[in-house]
């Protein structure tokens, strides 16, 4: 089968590429910058891609078995010097991925032979930022804060799709765990440097998924032809934030002894702060009732994996 994959290059695209041309699927990246992408497995090819543009790579996707949309621009930004919200770029943020969706159904639109399914990335920012200990399921109401308004526009770009008969999932994911990308490496670098410690008060709630089950529910998900909608991709393990930083404190090997004081990040990162000083208790409830198998389940077998 082919599998197009947009916005593919990232930490999740790339994972899901070689896993899928592992077991010799064909696997086309989308990308804006196909010269960043390299070591990539046999069996992927990259394409580029521009929004404004559909007639230069929209034949990709006809006759592909699915199309995975993951295009959009970092929420944090490269480095915590970039993950200030500024207005322009909270408009690149939004822009990017209403454009990217809007691009890839006018491409389907256009295909003889449309992909049978679509998964649609989105993020647990959709319920907005919790302070109480809820449980938030995928029925729960979406947020009214800025990450949410972006997921709920984020989500809709592709909703056109199901009136040309497009199975559509929703993939709303957690903070994604991995050695290499995302925000992992930012969080680990306090520790290896001895000043780690919880952000703010350390109750916030942190929902988060190791890549190998990204990837896994993802294909879960793409292959699983009675799904359909909405499903929270995160860990069935929700923790706090202070009992993550102790977990990665200990996986790395230090100590979780000096906290990130609420105004330091408040003043550093303004708005953007409320990614790391807020959360929301996210299950995973319809992915488990689907019959997903979680390989890392708590966030101390999922740390200790990544950093083994």
């Known amino acids: 089968m082919r599998v197009v994959i947009a916005g593919g290059t990232g930490l999740i695209g790339r994972a899901l590429a070689a896993s899928l041309a592992a077991d010799e699927h064909d696997v086309v990246l989308l990308s804006r910058a196909p010269g960043n992408a390299v070591s990539l497995p046999e069996g992927v090819k990259v394409v580029y891609w521009d929004t404004g543009s559909t007639e230069l790579w929209a034949g990709q996707l006809d006759g592909a078995g699915a199309v995975i949309n993951l295009a959009g621009e970092s929420i944090g930004g490269s480095s915590l010097l970039t993950m200030r919200w500024t207005g322009a770029r909270k408009r690149r943020i ?11 159904v006018e491409a389907i639109k256009l295909a003889d032979r449309p992909p049978s399914v679509l998964i649609q990335s989105s993020a647990v920012g959709y319920y907005g930022t919790h302070e109480d200990d809820r449980e938030i399921t995928e029925s729960s109401p979406a947020g009214e804060d800025f990450l949410a308004r972006v997921c709920l526009e984020w989500e809709a770009s592709t909703k056109p799709v199901e009136a040309l008969d497009v199975r559509r ?4 994911s957690g903070v994604v765990l991995d050695r290499h990308g995302g925000a992992l490496p930012r969080q680990a670098l306090p520790f290896r440097l001895f000043v780690g410690g919880r952000a703010g008060s350390g109750r916030q709630w942190y929902s988060w998924i190791h890549v190998a089950d ?8 793409l292959e699983n032809e009675s ?7 995160t860990a069935p393990g ?10 990665l404190g200990k996986a790395l090997g230090r100590p979780a002894y000096l906290p990130m004081p609420t105004f330091a990040l408040r003043l550093g990162l303004g708005e953007a702060s409320a990614t790391i000083l807020s959360g ?3 299950i995973p409830r319809r992915l488990t009732e689907a019959g997903f198998t979680f390989q890392f389940a708590d966030v101390e077998s999922a740390l200790k994996d990544i950093f083994k």
């Open 169 to 172: 999932v929703v993939i709303r």
């Open 94 to 104: 939004l822009s990017s991925r209403v454009r990217a969706g809007a691009a890839l």
């Open 238 to 247: 929700p923790v706090r934030n202070e009992d993550f930083s102790k977990a």
């Open 280 to 282: 929301q208790r996210v």
């Open 227 to 233: 799904a359909s909608g909405a499903y929270n991709l």
């Open 214 to 221: 990204e990837v896994a529910a993802i294909r879960f998900l």
